[in-house]
């Protein structure tokens, strides 16, 4: 084939490359297994930014919480979603006392459990943006499980303080 300018044969290399391109991004991910063969429709996508919108803004509203809460030096912090609940085993000093802050903004409500138990009280944590507080007295590892109930949503928060 002969272009009758050197515009015209750029250009279509241009194309050749966007082709080849689109074909590879749209192509298995090299693991053997076939792609979707669906492709994204532009809802799909207005859906997911307009779900991170209002997840940041419950973010926003816990931390905010937590922050006028504060009642110590902060050692950790942290938020996640309901539905993944939070499992962390902080580093915290064997023999100290700190002060856990827990808040969880949506609807429904978690349960909060430590390990070893005698660390705190296991406790029901509502989605009402109230403050829910814990002294933790350690004298082992602790680890700290925050999990939603069955249908709750939001975000929780949590931040340890030191006494």
Same mark, same amino acid.
Request: charged share 15%; proline share 5%; with cysteine.
């Given at each position: 084939?002969?272009? @009758?300018?050197?515009?015209?044969?750029?250009?279509?290399?241009? !194309?050749?490359?966007? !082709?080849?391109?689109?074909?590879?991004? /749209?192509?298995?991910?090299?693991?053997?297994?076939?792609?979707?063969?669906?492709?994204?429709? =532009?809802?799909?996508?207005?859906?997911?930014?307009?779900?991170?919108?209002?997840?940041?803004?419950?973010?926003?509203?816990?931390?905010?919480?937590?922050?006028?809460?504060?009642?110590?030096?902060?050692?950790?912090?942290? @938020?996640?979603?309901?539905?993944?609940?939070? +499992?962390?085993?902080?580093?915290?000093?064997?023999?100290? /006392?700190?002060?856990?802050?827990?808040?969880?903004?949506?609807? &429904? @409500?978690?349960?909060?459990?430590? /390990?070893?138990?005698?660390?705190?009280?296991?406790?029901?944590?509502?989605?009402?943006?109230?403050? !829910?507080?814990?002294?933790?007295? !350690? +004298?082992? =590892?602790?680890?700290?499980?925050?999990?939603?109930?069955?249908?709750?949503? &939001?975000?929780?928060?949590?931040?340890?303080? /030191?006494?």
């Amino acid at each position: 084939m002969t272009y @009758s300018s050197p515009r015209v044969w750029f250009a279509g290399c241009a !194309v050749v490359a966007s !082709v080849v391109l689109l074909a590879s991004c /749209t192509s298995g991910s090299g693991d053997g297994k076939a792609a979707n063969a669906t492709p994204s429709s =532009p809802a799909a996508s207005a859906s997911q930014s307009a779900t991170g919108a209002p997840e940041k803004k419950l973010t926003d509203q816990a931390q905010a919480a937590l922050a006028a809460a504060q009642s110590g030096k902060m050692v950790e912090a942290g @938020s996640e979603r309901v539905t993944d609940g939070i +499992h962390t085993e902080p580093t915290l000093s064997q023999g100290k /006392t700190y002060r856990l802050n827990l808040v969880c903004v949506g609807s &429904g @409500s978690a349960q909060l459990t430590f /390990t070893p138990a005698s660390t705190g009280t296991k406790t029901k944590v509502p989605c009402d943006q109230s403050v !829910v507080q814990q002294r933790i007295i !350690v +004298h082992k =590892p602790v680890r700290i499980d925050v999990d939603g109930t069955k249908g709750s949503t &939001g975000v929780i928060a949590w931040q340890i303080d /030191t006494v």
